[in-house]
């Protein structure tokens, strides 16, 4: 079938995509150039959100991570890195070829559990013609989940006060 | 049909991603950069096990994960950017303003 053999081929790309920019976003030396590889690995989940007919989340992803959340990453690497970079000493020197080692032993231990762990149910598959519609979603979080909802907006505006009250310059005295 | 072990897997593979970067980096922003890869493995998986399942709350989740993201992210920022200004450095392990 044609369009199956599309969709396999969007989600082996999408995995690629994800999987080399998120190795780029923990190994690149570059910040900023780890920041744009966060943004293809948010373009790839939005991708894959797409491929799960998951299309109004997908494009809440870009709108608000690539849009809202890369602006401010890039923002504060522009006003933290680059003006420090000349001052600071390149890298603290402390065991890090060690370090690196066992924190990529660490990393694989997790994923093989968590991929064992996970086998048995992720075996269940997907049913084809089940895709939840927007209007269930919308019927679930005013009805269901409305506490949650009015919380996690809660959450939200004082994040907001917080994050302008931490970051507000001080006023020449 | 798209394998929900595929996706479970490639979650899986991101999380771990996010943990080494979390391990390894010394950058305080290059670990928020982390996060948010945990983050979006979170909700890559919610949104997988939705669509396998069948459930709508799934989404939802979904959804509050990518808000709680921004205020983390928003906060984070705010906190390495007054940090910097304090301390003028963003390197995590210099950092010792509160030690006594």
Same mark, same amino acid.
């Given at each position: 079938?044609?369009?199956?053999? @599309?969709?396999?081929?969007?989600?082996?790309?999408? /995995?690629?995509?994800?999987?080399?920019?998120?190795?780029?976003?923990?190994?690149?030396?570059?910040?900023?150039?780890?920041?744009?590889?966060?943004?293809?690995?948010?373009?790839?989940?939005?991708? @894959?959100?797409?491929?799960?007919?998951?299309?109004?989340?997908?494009?809440?992803?870009?709108?608000?991570?690539?849009?809202?959340?890369? /602006?401010?990453?890039?923002?504060?690497?522009?006003?933290?890195?680059?003006?420090?970079?000349?001052?600071?000493?390149?890298?603290?020197?402390?065991?890090?070829?060690?370090?690196?080692?066992?924190?990529?032993?660490?990393?694989?231990?997790?994923?093989?559990?968590?991929?064992?762990?996970?086998?048995? @149910?992720?075996?269940?598959?997907?049913?084809?013609?089940?895709?939840?519609?927007?209007?269930?979603?919308?019927?679930?979080?005013?009805?269901?989940?409305?506490?949650?909802?009015?919380?996690?907006? @809660?959450?939200?505006?004082?994040?907001?006060?917080?994050?302008?009250?931490?970051?507000?310059?001080?006023?020449?005295? | 049909?798209?394998? $929900?072990?595929?996706?479970?897997?490639?979650?899986? =593979?991101?999380?771990?991603?996010?943990? &080494?970067?979390?391990?390894?980096?010394?950058?305080?922003?290059?670990?928020?950069?982390?996060?948010?890869?945990?983050?979006?493995?979170? =909700?890559?998986?919610? $949104? =997988?096990?939705?669509?396998?399942? %069948?459930?709508?709350?799934?989404?939802?989740? =979904?959804?509050?994960?990518?808000?709680?993201?921004?205020?983390?992210?928003?906060?984070?920022?705010?906190?390495?950017?007054?940090? &910097?200004?304090?301390?003028?450095?963003?390197?995590?392990?210099? $950092?010792?303003?509160?030690? %006594?």
């Amino acid at each position: 079938m044609p369009s199956s053999l @599309l969709i396999q081929t969007g989600l082996w790309a999408l /995995t690629l995509l994800v999987l080399v920019s998120a190795g780029f976003v923990v190994a690149l030396r570059n910040l900023f150039r780890a920041a744009l590889s966060l943004g293809l690995v948010l373009v790839g989940v939005a991708g @894959l959100f797409v491929l799960l007919e998951a299309e109004f989340l997908a494009f809440v992803q870009i709108l608000i991570y690539v849009g809202a959340i890369l /602006t401010l990453v890039v923002f504060a690497i522009m006003l933290t890195a680059r003006v420090s970079n000349p001052r600071l000493p390149p890298r603290p020197p402390s065991g890090s070829g060690r370090q690196r080692m066992a924190a990529a032993l660490v990393s694989a231990a997790l994923f093989i559990l968590l991929a064992s762990v996970t086998r048995a @149910l992720a075996a269940a598959g997907l049913q084809p013609g089940q895709a939840v519609s927007l209007s269930q979603v919308g019927q679930e979080l005013i009805t269901t989940l409305v506490l949650p909802f009015e919380l996690i907006s @809660l959450v939200f505006v004082s994040a907001m006060v917080g994050a302008i009250a931490v970051a507000a310059s001080r006023s020449p005295r | 049909m798209i394998p $929900v072990t595929h996706l479970s897997l490639l979650s899986s =593979a991101l999380f771990c991603l996010g943990v &080494y970067g979390i391990l390894t980096r010394r950058n305080a922003i290059a670990i928020l950069l982390s996060i948010e890869l945990i983050l979006n493995a979170a =909700a890559l998986n919610f $949104v =997988a096990f939705g669509r396998a399942f %069948g459930h709508a709350q799934a989404q939802a989740f =979904a959804l509050f994960i990518i808000a709680l993201a921004a205020c983390e992210a928003a906060v984070g920022l705010a906190i390495v950017i007054g940090l &910097y200004r304090t301390a003028r450095t963003v390197w995590a392990d210099q $950092v010792n303003l509160l030690k %006594g």
